[in-house]
C-alpha cells in the first residue's frame, strides 16, 4: 500500500495512482484546480484529465465528493494520525 503524504493530509492509494492521490490531498488542503495545476507545474487541462480519472475510479461526480469518499472510506486522514482512529 502506498501512502502519499501532503502538508495536513495523507491519503492511502486504494485503486488510484500516488499523483492523483497528491492532487487530491491538495484539493482537501484548500487549493482550487487552478491552483493546483500552478502549484505542481502542469496544464489546467492536465489536472481536469487527472482529476477525471480519479473521479471514475472512486465513483465520484466532483472533486469535492472524491475528497469526501476518501475520508469516508478511511483511506485519508490528518497528518499522524492512526490508520484506525
Known amino acids: 500500500m ?3 503524504k501532503g502538508t495536513k493530509y495523507e491519503l492511502d ?3 488510484i495512482t500516488p ?3 497528491e492532487f ?7 487549493y482550487s484546480q487552478r491552483q493546483l495545476a500552478a ?3 502542469i496544464t489546467h487541462q492536465a489536472i481536469t484529465a487527472r482529476l477525471a480519472g480519479a473521479k471514475a475510479k472512486l ?3 466532483t ?3 472524491m475528497v469526501a469518499v476518501c475520508f469516508a472510506e478511511g483511506w485519508m486522514r490528518k497528518k499522524g494520525e492512526s490508520k484506525d482512529a
Open 19 to 21: 499523483r492523483q492521490a
Open 39 to 41: 502549484e505542481v507545474g
Open 24 to 30: 487530491i490531498i491538495l484539493l482537501a488542503e484548500g
Open 63 to 65: 472533486p469535492t465528493e
Open 2 to 4: 502506498i501512502t502519499v
Open 59 to 61: 465513483s465520484a461526480k
Open 13 to 15: 492509494c486504494h485503486g
